[in-house]
């Protein structure tokens, strides 16, 4: 196994048990709380009655649990990541302070580490496969680490490698990482979250197995094998197994990288990642629900988009694909009574929800689509054509006495939709939307 000739940063085990985990949420609660104690204290002193909410979250407890949340890695350091994006207008200050660094701070294992969990899965000559295998990781995430190797028969591998334990501690990650938010006062006592807790339960469970994952990977390259604009790294089977994924290593830059670039580049990547979308959607039934801008690279020489990551990959009904499809052309035709009826089948809002919320929700999609109905020409750039629709928004969030969640398909969806936007928004594109839409009115 070769290395290169420096590691400036040799890595932190990875708490594989259950009860070690356990103990560093444990840790970590009774730190916060003799914090808590002492600046509540303090307030009291002064005459002031602080909220709960706020001792809680404040900037050396937020330092804290996003430094043991980095460590932990696994479901805890996922869902910090999957509820920071774009939520910084919602999130309280501190809170969202954790989730962005979240973002940022995953930290490789150890080199013994990460060699005792290859003897497990290759057995403990596994090196003799390799030409080459640097221990530096290329990307450090939630649920694992990439490596790039050369096999001795010739191939440039990309080896993707789960940090142990986390499968097993995806359960009570979830719940740990769900009483932080009660806590936070970010969600009103009045939702249920169970339903929401249970399918994230089993969306990571799913995306911790890479077998699963593999096949996935297999299934889209088949699916895009007719469109030379994309590129999706074939798999390579003999050294794939539920910890590790083993995929051609494909060269490429981070897609927010191009910000500063070309804004023929940015829109292309940009067009590229819609169409995609909507084939996923009304095509395939078959969605990569990561809006993680890391899924995405650019390959500059061949002009094309990289496809990374497949852990989230969901399946829709058709059913799915034709309500929003339906919504689509209400919205072109400015039809706002069919656009209701539509968003009430999806479930944006109930049956329940007060008018005044409907009115709302129908308007913001109304006043989206309005764009699309003239030049056809979307500008992601363009902040004031979203400032009234993100006023609207937060208007509505304010009032928590009537906070909506709607059904989990809606909410991946929802989810891969609002990190498009985001990516788009990062670019500064400009994409002839309504183009992208015609064969599927």
């Not at 097993?168 to 990650?173: K, V």
């Not at 309005?370 to 020409?377: K, M, N, P, Q």
């Amino acid at each position: 196994m070769t290395s290169p000739p420096s590691l400036p940063d040799p890595g932190r085990a990875v708490p594989t048990g259950r009860l070690s985990r356990f103990a560093r949420f444990g840790g970590l609660a009774t730190g916060i709380a003799g914090g808590l104690l002492v600046d509540g204290a303090r307030q009291l002193a002064a005459g002031k009655r602080p909220a709960l909410s706020d001792l809680l979250l404040t900037p050396a407890n937020a330092r804290k649990i996003t430094d043991q949340l980095s460590q932990l890695r696994g479901a805890a350091m996922k869902l910090g990541q999957l509820l920071s994006m774009g939520g910084d207008d919602l999130l309280p200050p501190a809170l969202a302070e954790i989730l962005g660094r979240l973002r940022a701070d995953a930290q490789p294992m150890p080199v013994r580490q990460l060699d005792q969990l290859l003897i497990s899965e290759w057995g403990k000559d596994w090196r003799r496969r390799f030409e080459r295998f640097d221990v530096r990781p290329i990307a450090a995430a939630s649920i694992g680490q990439v490596h790039r190797a050369q096999t001795r028969d010739g191939r440039d591998l990309a080896i993707k490698i789960q940090y142990p334990g986390i499968r097993a501690s995806i359960d009570s990650d979830v719940d740990n990482v769900a009483l932080l938010i009660r806590l936070s006062g970010l969600l009103p006592a009045t939702i249920d979250v169970a339903r929401m807790l249970a399918e994230a339960k089993r969306q990571l469970h799913e995306e911790a197995d890479y077998a699963r994952e593999a096949d996935c990977l297999a299934r889209f390259g088949e699916l895009l094998a007719d469109a030379p604009d994309y590129r999706v790294p074939a798999l390579h089977r003999d050294l794939t197994t539920r910890n590790v994924l083993a995929m051609d290593f494909v060269k490429g830059v981070a897609v927010e990288s191009l910000a500063d670039g070309p804004q023929a580049v940015r829109d292309r990547v940009m067009t590229l990642a819609l169409a995609l979308v909507l084939r996923e959607l009304f095509d395939f039934g078959l969605m990569q629900t990561d809006p993680n801008f890391a899924n995405y690279r650019y390959d500059a020489a061949d002009d094309r988009l990289v496809l990374l990551d497949f852990g989230a990959t969901r399946a829709f009904a058709p059913e799915v694909g034709e309500r929003y499809r339906a919504l689509m052309r209400a919205g072109l035709a400015e039809d706002r009574a069919a656009a209701a009826e539509t968003m009430l089948d999806i479930g944006f809002f109930g049956a329940d929800t007060p008018a005044q919320h409907r009115d709302t929700i129908v308007g913001m999609f109304d006043t989206g689509m309005a764009t699309l109905r003239t030049t056809g020409v979307f500008d992601f750039g363009d902040t004031s054509l979203v400032t009234d629709i993100r006023d609207d928004g937060l208007a509505m969030a304010r009032d928590r006495d009537f906070w909506h969640l709607p059904p989990i398909d809606t909410l991946f969806l929802q989810r891969k939709f609002a990190g498009l936007y985001l990516l788009g928004r990062r670019l500064a594109a400009r994409v002839d939307v309504a183009a992208l839409l015609a064969p599927y009115r």
